[in-house]
């Protein structure tokens, strides 16, 4: 198990709470495989420790998580976390998604989610 999403980057103070809150998962379990994930989840079900959310860093669909033109130029809520490994990032990325338009964050725009 790699840990918690949220402890696998680093938020600025600034956008915490607009990252926390459009980011339901940072409490999903990162895991390198689905065996792995499936034997955690196993072991919670087996020791009756509740419920978790795992994400199979080999399921997660690879996307190009590059910088792009955005209106305003307003920075999405992806750029704006620092991960400490680049494999992390697509977890993100995913979660940070909303039907394909990336969310965005800004002081002054009004299109901004």
């Known amino acids: 198990m790699q840990g918690r999403l949220g402890n696998l980057a680093r938020i600025d103070d600034m956008y915490d709470v607009a990252i926390s809150t459009a980011c339901g998962g940072l409490d999903n379990l990162i895991s390198e495989t ?15 420790l509740g419920r978790v959310q795992v994400m199979c860093l080999d399921k997660i669909a690879r996307r190009d998580v590059s910088p792009i033109a955005t209106p305003e130029n307003a920075p999405r809520l992806f750029d704006l976390i620092t991960v400490k490994e680049a494999k992390f990032a697509p977890c993100f ?6 039907r394909s338009e990336e969310r965005r964050v800004g002081k002054e725009c009004p299109r901004c989610v």
């Open 34 to 48: 689905i065996a792995v994930g499936q034997a955690c989840i196993e072991h919670i079900r087996k020791n009756d």
């Open 93 to 98: 990325f995913q979660l940070l998604t909303n």
